[in-house]
Structure formats: C-alpha cells, structure tokens
C-alpha cells in the first residue's frame, strides 16, 4: 500500500515545505539568488520553500549539513562555484563533492565588481591600483570565507597584481557589504547581485568587472573590465546550482529536476536576474549529468589556479 513506501517516494511528493540551505549569511548574493528562484520554484513544484541560512567556512558547513540531511527530497542546498574551490582548499572537507550529492542542475552565472569604500579617494582603477602598492598589505580584503566567491576573486586579484593583502573574513557578503559601505573595510571582489544597487545608491565605489566583456546594467555598463584594464584573461563569473543528498530517490529528483527547469524558463525570473547583471544557464545545463560534469571540470580547473596562487590563499 502507499503507506509502506517511504514518505518522499510517495506519489504525492512534496506534501511538506521543502528546505533551501544557503551556505551564507541573509542579504547576500547566494541568498539573493536563492529567495529570487524561490519565487518562481515554489510555483512549479507546488511546494512551500523555506530559506535556512547556514554560514561559515566558506560555505562548507551548510553544503556539509545537507551532504548529512535525509535523502528524502526536503532539505537541498543551493551553492555557488565554492563547491569546485573547496576541494582545493579544505584538506578536512566533512563531504565528497562528487559521490556525498545529487545533482539537479546548474541555474545562472553572475559576474563579479571590483568596489571599495565610499571614502576611498581613488577616481578610476589605475588610482586604486597606486593605492594598494603604497598602503599593501595594510589593505584590507573582505571576503566570504576560504572557498567563496569573494575569496577566490580576491586570491586571483592579489596573486595578479602580486600584493598580499589582509583579508577580513565574513559569513557572508551581505554582513560583508554593511562593514564597507561604514568603511570598516577597504576593497571586495562581489557579485553584481549584491553590488549592483549599492553602486547605484552611491554607496560604494566601483571600479572593474570580473567579466572579459563589459556588461549592460545601467549600474555596471560604464565600469571597465580587468582584462582591458591590463589584468590580461581575468575572467570570474559565478555559477550556482541546487543539490540534494545523495541516496534521495529517483521519483523525488526528477520532481525536482523538473520543478527547476520550469523554474528557469519563467520570463519573470529572467528580468529580475538580469536586472542585477546575473545570466540564467541554457536550459541543457539545467540536467544532472552536464551539471556534475561541469562541476568536475571545475574542480579540476580551480585546483590548478588556487596551488598557482598558493601563497594568498590564506
Ligand atoms: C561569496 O563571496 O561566496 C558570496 O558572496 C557569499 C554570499 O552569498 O554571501
């Protein structure tokens, strides 16, 4: 009878809230990604969603939580590229990232801004750059923890202008974003998710994006890139995508897996990321097996770049 089947691979799955672990603080760019596909997630798996934020370490202690949740479809983590980054940089990772999850697919890609304080003196990159020589590693660096997005962006910015600065770990950007715009902290590598609105309020100074091609937001469409800037081939986008634990049955993925290719096809979705300089993923890579790959290639790939970078990955 259907009661003898395990709750999640009864048919009428989900018929309880489904929990989203971010493995960052409220208010950043991880969550921001999170509560904006939520909005059209909910819609196409029929289910209420909640947002548990889970921070630390760089976004490993949330990913690890969900590695040890029940595989019965109501816990998933939604996680950026610190899942390829942390491998290289957590010889005790609590997870194997390739064999402890299940796969459901990427969501988009977000550029990074290269912004400072609002008191910073600086009026164009090649000032902030004399700036940093003169001052470095009196510069402080805020970031989101060993193997976030802001760390690695910060790693490949110190190893290419060859400056080891001082690096302020936060939970999360959003905490992150509060102590710059007070000026606590000088300079962040962030996504345009998190950054794109404080530029426009004038409450943080923006001097570079991480893209190789400039982009089109009213906010961000006049700032340089790094690369044409003469950091030849710096080139850091985002990627985000949902996992569940591994073990979770195959009824229960699909559902899910379904759920978030609908979810990416809403226009709604589309405009709102846009609007923050974010790009959702072609609907091909929204399917475990180009996911995983993908993150296998990643792994491979940041491994090379973060040993390169050894010496400013503190
Ligand atoms: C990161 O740097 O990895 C993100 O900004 C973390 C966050 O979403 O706060």
Redesign the pocket.
């Known amino acids: 009878s259907l009661m003898a089947l395990p709750l999640a691979a009864r048919a009428d799955y989900p018929e309880k809230p489904i929990t989203i672990v ?4 409220a ?7 999170a509560r904006d596909l939520a909005e059209s997630l909910r819609k196409t798996l029929n289910a209420t969603l909640v947002i548990e934020n889970v ?1 630390g370490a ?2 490993t202690l949330g990913a690890t939580k969900v590695a040890k949740a029940a595989p019965d479809g109501y816990t998933v983590l939604l996680h ?3 899942m390829a980054t942390s491998p290289a940089l957590y010889r005790n990772l609590q997870y194997k990232t390739l064999d402890d999850f299940e796969y459901l697919g990427l969501i988009n890609e977000v550029p990074m801004t290269l912004v400072a304080k609002p008191t910073m003196a600086a009026a164009n990159y090649g000032e902030l750059a004399k700036w940093i020589a003169a001052n470095k590693e009196k510069v402080n660096l805020a ?3 060993l ?7 910060g790693l490949l910015f110190q190893s290419t202008i060859k400056i080891d600065m001082t690096t302020v770990p ?7 974003m509060t102590d710059l715009i007070g000026g606590q902290v000088d300079i962040m ?3 345009t ?2 950054t794109s609105s404080q530029i426009e309020g004038g409450k943080i100074k923006a001097y570079a994006v991480t893209s190789t091609k400039r982009l089109g937001s009213p906010a961000l469409a006049k700032l340089p890139t790094l690369d044409e800037l003469g950091l030849k081939g710096f080139n850091v986008a ?1 990627w985000h995508g949902l996992y569940a634990p591994k073990g979770t049955p195959k009824p229960v993925l699909d559902k899910l897996n379904a759920g978030l290719k609908k979810a990416l096809q809403d226009p709604d979705l589309h405009k709102r990321q846009e609007a923050l300089g974010a790009v959702i993923v072609q609907d091909g890579r929204v399917n475990p097996a180009e996911h995983k790959k993908f993150v296998t290639d990643e792994i491979a790939k940041w491994g090379v770049v973060i040993k390169a970078a050894g010496q400013y990955a503190d």
């Open positions: 971010v493995p960052f603080s208010g950043g760019p991880t969550d921001k990604v921070g760089g976004g950026h590229i610190g970031n989101a923890g193997g976030s997005a802001s760390h690695l962006c936060y939970k999360g950007t959003g905490p992150a590598c962030d996504q998710t998190n985002i």
